[in-house]
């Protein structure tokens, strides 16, 4: 059996609000991932700020849950409710996730987890007080992206021993890593972006026209 978890409870600090409900083509942000995967999974979990579960009507076999004040406490009250013994966890900020790369992260195969990434491009620089330090060697450096696959029983495991450690992360894989279990890596898609910032809602508009989606003008 497979979980799929949602994310869609964050504050949205840099973006200015709660990015999750901006409309892009009609439709709110998070409505997007979830429309698209809606009967590939055996159960899908949707977390949502307390305050707004109530907020949209949805199929009755989407799960609600309470999300917490961190993205970690969101994705540990997820795996509380979760029945899989495979969980694949996304962030409903990328609306552009396509189902397969879904299907292909949530073949675990040897390791406990699996990430989707793509290989880093630009020069990296690393900079201090203004100046540039140090030119980053890319090689080996990718970009992590979600979906992000887990078996259920190894990401709580590592969710209660983060929380005994006060160990925080900005994803799930960091946790395995940080206790020796094995995280393996497929190619993501390089029009999976990020929604963080009000101009990146452009660039998803602009996304959307060049995929064909409904609604993009």
Known sequence: MTSLILLSAGEGRRFGGKKQFERLFGKP??????ERLVGLFDEI???LPPEDIDRFSLPSSIRKVAGGRE?????????LEAEGDVVVIHDCARPFAGAELFQRVSQLGEHQGKICAVPIR???????????????????????QTPQAFNRRVLLECHFRARRDGFFVTDDA???????????????????????????????ESIGKLLGYPGAP
Not at 71 to 79: G, I, K, M, T, Y
């Open 122 to 144: 630009d020069t990296v620089k690393r900079v201090a007080q203004g100046m540039v330090v140090e030119t980053v060697d890319r090689s080996g450096l990718w970009l992590s």
């Open 45 to 47: 979990l949707l977390v």
């Open 71 to 79: 993205r970690q406490d969101s994705v540990f009250n997820a795996l």
């Open 29 to 34: 942000l998070f409505m997007h991932s979830l």
């Open 174 to 204: 960091q946790l395995l890593e940080r206790y020796g279990y094995r995280v393996g890596v497929v190619l993501g898609e390089v029009t999976n972006i990020k929604i963080t910032y009000p101009e990146d809602l452009l660039l998803a």
